[in-house]
């Protein structure tokens, strides 16, 4: 299977009624530890990263191997560049070959947010690839450098931004933050439904992590197809490590390297159970 536009995997997903996990990776450990869960559950994916993360990972080293990896599995997977903040590693995103961007305007003003986002989306569909948008301010932010607020999303606004940016998926606020929650999250259901009732876009969640089985599942019902999950990966990886590690399991760098990917392979497998897309690898 190529890799592949989210678009398509997100148009099945709403009509199946599950969500495709759209998951941040750090290095190669995590792409294949991801891209086996999707293989041995026959799963779509979206395989991502975020602006903030390059400093760690630099995207014309990660980028070509997200791609590759993609191009590689025999399930659909898109690559997707997550919270884009400048165009010129949004560009960059594209050159690479990434299917989808987001641009995260959440901070602007509406009409700039709307009007940037749109010119975003603009430029990914020269090279024929998607575009993600943000309205209303999911909390913290991506790699917890910043404590941003939650602004919930107003659905009239989400609907006009949806008309004005014509973005392929939007990612909503609905009391959900980014990193590990200190206390469960009361997600905003009411603010869900009226906003799937009035955007036709498929809806997306950030901020994964922390939130219950049975509250991703209340969301995929109201109207969210795309999932992010980030934090939980990173900490799935490092906890496998680490118990490998205290188990005596790691008598060498190559031991650690199998732990890493066993660890992003299990979050992985758990979340895909979770939003029902196991199956659905077929497009
Ligand atoms: P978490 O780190 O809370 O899973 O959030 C991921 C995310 O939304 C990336 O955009």
């Avoid at 025999?74 to 070959?97: R, W, Y």
């Avoid at 949806?162 to 469960?184: F, P, R, W």
């Avoid at 490590?241 to 031991?255: F, H, Q, S, T, W």
């Amino acid at each position: 299977m190529p890799l592949v536009k989210m678009s398509p995997l997100l148009a099945k997903a709403k009509e199946g009624k599950y969500a495709v996990g759209s998951f941040s990776v750090a290095n190669m450990e995590m792409v294949l530890g991801v891209l086996k869960a999707v293989e041995e559950t026959k799963s779509p994916a979206i395989l991502q990263i975020a602006e903030v993360r390059l400093k760690q990972s630099p995207l014309e080293v990660i980028g070509p191997l997200m791609v590759a990896a993609a191009k590689n599995c025999s399930m659909p997977v898109a690559v997707h560049f997550d919270h884009g903040k400048t165009f010129e590693k949004i560009g960059q995103a594209l050159d690479i070959g990434f299917t989808s961007v987001m641009f995260d305007g959440s901070h602007l003003p509406f009409e700039e947010n709307a009007q940037t986002t749109a010119k975003v989306n603009e430029l990914a569909k020269k090279y024929n690839a998607d575009c993600e948008g943000e309205i209303g301010c999911v909390g913290g932010s991506e790699d917890g450098s910043e404590n941003i607020a939650i602004n919930c999303t107003a659905p009239d606004e989400a609907k006009k931004f949806a008309e004005l940016s014509n973005v392929d998926a939007l990612a909503v606020a609905i009391g959900n933050a980014h990193g590990n929650y200190k206390q469960t999250p009361k997600l905003r259901f009411d603010i869900l439904e009226q906003t799937a009732s009035m955007v036709d876009v498929p809806l997306v969640l950030h901020g994964g992590t922390g939130i219950l089985p049975d509250d991703f599942r209340k969301c995929i019902q109201l109207g969210i197809h795309k999932i992010n999950i980030a934090t939980a990966t990173f900490d799935s990886v490092e906890l496998n490590a680490r118990n490998a590690y205290e188990n005596g399991e790691i008598k060498g760098y190559y031991d650690l390297q199998a732990a890493e990917v066993e660890g992003a392979y299990k979050n992985a497998m758990k979340h895909i159970e979770i939003f029902g897309c196991a199956g659905k690898g077929t497009l």
